[in-house]
């Protein structure tokens, strides 16, 4: 098995977690499968252990991995993606806010918030 230890000056502490190295065909392999299998069954994970010579919770995290990687990242910031909208319609065009006229049903209105329609990746 393959280590590749982060930190060189700490060899000697034993809680340092180490980066396993698959060699480029178990990567080769591990891809070919993943492309069209994302989940396997335990049988193919199995077979996998056989094939690669490599322990069952290597490859099984080694497809947990791939499938993080491949998700679509819901939490970036993109801005392009924010709409300008406002939720609520503040018509300040009065500037004479003292006016109290018995006949403005303005807030008697539907206050419902508009439906937000998501921006399209185009």
Do not use: C, G
């Not at 392999?29 to 199995?46: D, T």
């Not at 094939?51 to 998700?71: G, Q």
């Amino acid at each position: 098995m393959s280590f590749l230890n982060h930190d060189t000056e700490s060899n000697n502490n034993p809680t340092l977690k180490r980066q396993y190295i698959f060699t480029e065909d178990q990567r080769r392999r591990l891809k070919q499968i993943f492309e069209s299998e994302p989940y396997p069954s335990q049988a193919k994970l199995e077979q996998l252990v056989d094939e690669l010579s490599l322990p069952m919770n290597k490859i099984s995290n080694w497809f947990h991995n791939a499938r993080m990687r491949t998700k679509p990242n819901t939490y970036t910031k993109d801005t392009n993606k924010i709409s300008s909208t406002p939720l609520t319609d503040n018509n300040d065009d009065d500037d004479d806010d003292n006016d109290e006229d018995e006949n403005d049903d303005d807030d008697d209105e539907d206050n419902t918030l508009p439906t937000i329609v998501p921006l399209n990746n185009s």
